[in-house]
């Protein structure tokens, strides 16, 4: 039992005190809940005038798609901004570098901070984000045993993302602009990753291609469980690309850091 | 009002004084704060950190406005006439740029021509001046972030230059830059002064800064001016001390020597305090070179807290009233201070 | 105003002295764009239309907003950057020059990154707009105008950092008036939809120019040149006020 605590403490320590400091920050807090309410109420607000329309929009109800995109902006806004970019800027400085030193897993203790700060974050957009979905659209559809699901979607969406950005911004062990790659990120997460539309909604042959892509287990999984689709089995698929995403995390910063060796940073 | 032509004044400040921050917890920068300065007079404004020195240029210069007391600059109230004064003072502040960094010196001079309504044939003709009178033509055409600081602090000269401003403010002009670019920039300001009367008023923590330019030096702490007067004289009373630094090689005897004070004596450091006036540095040196293993030696001026410090022994000395003046912001001189001790030697 | 314009070309030589960096940005920005337009397309696949706003109508919108804004925010770099410029003490330079100020920090910093919305925008309206020479009319008008409101809103409220002394509030109304004008103001209802006609004014940014380019209006064209007029004496009155509280940061800071 000792054994498995000293095991995780590296993890829980360093999240922790990540946790800690992003309440601490007020005026970030502040900046990042107001971001996230404005941009769920827009989108929708426009949801809730196209399905007016009709009644529904591929086969989502107005309060559905209220829910829908209240879930997907938590998943995505639950996670410091430009990520890829700060990490990347962290490498090409010099400042992973010296971490490797420490004696802990690189990647670990960066994922512990960083999952720390984002699913604190998560947590307190949440509150106000649930109070006013079901303000404008009632209570959730489901509610009750969907809870069940949709709150281990989201950790897991914010955590497959979170270690995501990390492979991305591994590219700075390579390249000196990063942007590139951070901007194609996010624009892969907004409309194939189901943030700024359900899968449903593209047409056919970009949501097969999207349903192959990790992009859709981060905020599109936790929404559309949100909205009251009862799909337990993608939280399987979350899981799987779980798996993927830390496999190719560790790949990629173990073959980073033999570059960092061989070059000398 | 008074006209500044007739009298001959460039600045007349009385009483001013400036407060930074909420009623509660706000700091008095400058506070009653007089000072007058006669046109092509070079002032030095001298005072230790946050004395008050940026912040009553800003006032001057009308980028501040006073909380009290009054101001005229070339005839004009500066926060209120700020448009007409900035066309007839030049700026420069160590710390910032008017030129563009990514733009050659000339391409932001030609920004800069055209915001005094200088005509492009004027422009061009002055730029010429200026790169002759700088030494600078060639600097011109390079992107400014190429230059050295002290090419860039010429072309910076040029730029504030370049609507002949009849007064020139100077904030920490000589900052950063090496002996070489700090002489020459000094020479400038001197040449400046001579050939066309420009005012020159500049602040600095340099000592040779104030002895090479000015003629005449304010020293200001706490926001007042606590010293006023000629450069000669301050020379002869106060800067006539430099300390004469040995890097000792081996063992030395004590420097025995009238005017002359030990300051620190260990087995690697001499630091001696020389009265210049009753003993010139030569056969300090001579006497030093002689007796001692010297693996380096440097002679250097006392930095300009100590000589402020000194202006503050005088004063008080003289009038024990001004003691408690001293009080609201004496400078603080660390317990082994080299002149200090010399002087009471 | 000769001062003014040599400032303007200074601002966008020194923007565009990087040439790899200048293109880049602008490719950037494009690509941003057609994401957007990309998703107005696949919206529209599912959705004949909004309260009366169809893909075309749309697409219009998001020209105006593109080239506006990225006049504003490009060409008007500084508009929204007074906090940072007042907490910096940046303002000392422009009050040692005989200049207006305000008028002098706007046109002073060119963003390269926001001219590819300009250019974008510009293309996107010649694509989809239908131009006639009335309606390309209608759209420089309606641009320069919602760049005018976009610049005077954001320093607007950029100028509570003279009281306030930090730029939270006023990035919050950046933030919000920039998501807010992306969308039909029409899809808003209520006390949202009016608060876009008034206090953050969304709705003249880019719905009102919009819908005048296709159906021009004199009331809804008054209220733009209206508003615009307001928000921009707002801007000019709370900066000029401003600035006598201006305290010079940190700037100069070895005194």
Redo the contacts between chains.
């Keep these: 039992m000792n054994a498995v605590a000293g095991g995780v403490r590296w993890f829980l320590v360093p999240a922790g005190m990540a946790a800690r400091r992003m309440i601490a920050d007020r005026s970030g807090l502040v900046v990042a809940v107001f971001f996230y309410l404005l941009v769920s109420v827009t989108l929708s607000s426009l949801w809730r005038a196209a399905a007016g329309h009709q009644g529904s929009v591929a086969g989502y109800s107005a309060d559905s798609l209220t829910w829908y995109a209240f879930a997907a902006e938590a998943a995505i806004c639950g996670i410091a901004v430009r990520l890829v970019d700060e990490i990347g800027e962290e490498i090409a400085t010099g400042v992973v570098t010296a971490e490797m030193l420490r004696p802990a897993s690189v990647v670990g203790v960066r994922l512990a901070t960083v999952l720390g700060r984002s699913l604190t974050l998560l947590g307190v957009l949440l509150v106000p984000g649930t109070a006013l979905a079901w303000t404008i659209a009632g209570p959730p559809p489901g509610l009750g045993p969907m809870v069940a699901l949709v709150l281990p979607a989201f950790a897991l969406a914010v955590t497959i993302n979170v270690i995501m950005q990390h492979v991305a911004a591994a590219a700075s062990f390579w390249l000196r602009d990063i942007r590139a790659a951070w901007f194609l990120y996010q624009k892969l997460v907004f409309v194939l990753g189901g943030m700024l539309l359900p899968l449903e909604v593209l047409p056919d042959s970009l949501r097969t291609v999207a349903s192959c892509l990790p992009f859709m287990a981060m905020a599109y999984v936790p929404a559309r469980l949100a909205a009251g689709h009862p799909a337990p089995e993608l939280l399987v698929v979350q899981a799987g690309w779980l798996v993927v995403a830390v496999a190719l995390a560790v790949a990629v910063f173990a073959a980073g850091q033999r570059r960092v060796e061989v070059t000398g940073g | 009002m008074s006209d500044d032509g007739e009298c001959g004044e460039a600045i007349r400040a009385t009483g001013l004084a400036k407060r930074f921050g909420a009623a509660g917890r706000s700091v008095e920068a400058v506070s009653d704060l007089t000072v007058s300065v006669a046109r092509g007079e070079r002032v030095a404004y001298i005072g230790p950190n946050g004395a008050g020195k940026s912040t009553s240029i800003k006032i001057l210069t009308g980028i501040l406005r006073p909380t009290a007391g009054s101001a005229r600059v070339l005839g004009l109230v500066p926060w209120r006439e700020r448009r007409r004064l900035a066309a007839r003072i030049g700026t420069l502040f160590g710390q910032r740029s008017q030129l563009w960094p990514d733009l050659t010196a000339r391409q932001s001079f030609t920004m800069l021509a055209a915001i005094y309504g200088l005509g492009s044939a004027k422009e061009r003709l002055r730029v010429a001046e200026l790169g002759e009178l700088l030494g600078a033509t060639e600097l011109f055409d390079a992107p400014v972030r190429q230059l050295s600081l002290g090419q860039r602090m010429r072309c910076e000269l040029a730029a504030c230059l370049l609507h002949d401003p009849e007064i020139l403010f100077l904030d920490e002009p000589t900052i950063g830059l090496d002996l070489l670019a700090k002489q020459r920039l000094r020479d400038l300001l001197v040449h400046l002064n001579g050939t066309c009367g420009t005012t020159v008023f500049l602040t600095s923590h340099d000592v040779a800064d104030i002895e090479h330019v000015a003629e005449r030096v304010v020293i200001i702490n706490a926001g007042r001016v606590i010293h006023d007067g000629a450069v000669a004289a301050l020379r002869r009373d106060l800067l006539a001390t430099k300390l004469v630094d040995v890097g000792l090689a081996g063992p030395a005897p004590t420097i025995d020597l009238p005017g002359v004070e030990v300051v620190e004596h260990n087995d690697t450091v001499l630091r001696l305090a020389v009265d210049t006036a009753s003993v010139s540095i030569r056969a300090v040196l001579d006497t030093v070179l002689d007796r001692c293993e010297v693996s380096d030696i440097s002679v250097v001026d006392p930095p300009l807290e100590q000589v402020i410090a000194r202006v503050y022994t005088a004063s008080s000395a003289g009038a024990p009233e001004d003691a408690s003046t001293g009080s609201s912001g004496p400078v603080e001189l660390p317990a082994t201070d080299p002149v200090r001790v010399g002087r009471q030697g | 105003m000769?001062?003014t314009?040599?400032?303007l070309?200074?601002a966008m030589?020194?923007a565009t002295?990087?040439r790899a960096a200048f293109w880049w940005q602008i490719s950037?920005m494009v690509?941003?764009d057609l994401?957007w337009v990309?998703?107005w397309m696949?919206?529209f696949?599912?959705?004949?239309?909004?309260?009366g706003w169809d893909s075309e109508k749309v697409l219009l919108l998001f020209a105006v907003l593109t080239t506006g804004s990225g006049l504003a925010l490009g060409i008007l770099a500084n508009c929204r950057r007074i906090p940072v410029l007042v907490r910096e003490g940046a303002?000392?330079?422009v009050?040692?020059?005989?200049?207006?100020p305000l008028r002098?920090l706007l046109v002073s910093r060119v963003d390269t990154v926001n001219l590819g919305d300009t250019v974008f925008g510009v293309v996107l309206f010649l694509a989809v707009g239908r131009p006639t020479p009335l309606r390309a009319a209608v759209f420089v008008a309606g641009v320069l105008l919602s760049t005018a409101l976009l610049a005077s809103f954001l320093v607007l409220i950029g100028c509570a950092v003279f009281v306030t002394g930090?730029g939270?509030s006023s990035?919050?109304g950046t933030?919000?008036i920039l998501?807010?004008s992306?969308?039909p103001a029409?899809?808003?209802?209520g006390a949202?939809k009016m608060l876009l006609y008034t206090v953050v004014p969304a709705g003249f940014v880019a719905s009102v120019p919009a819908r005048l380019i296709d159906r021009p209006d004199l009331t809804d064209a008054a209220a733009l040149v209206l508003i615009t007029g307001i928000f921009a004496a707002l801007a000019w009155t709370a900066f000029t006020l401003g600035l006598?509280r201006?305290?010079?940061g940190s700037?100069?800071?070895?005194?």
């Design positions: 000769r001062g314009v040599a400032v070309r200074a030589r020194d002295a990087r950037v690509a941003n994401i990309l998703f696949i919206f696949t599912r959705v004949p239309s909004v309260r303002l000392d330079e009050l040692t020059l005989p200049v207006s002098h930090d939270e990035g919050l933030h919000a998501v807010l992306s969308y029409d899809i808003f209802q949202t006598h201006y305290a010079s700037g100069w800071r070895r005194s």
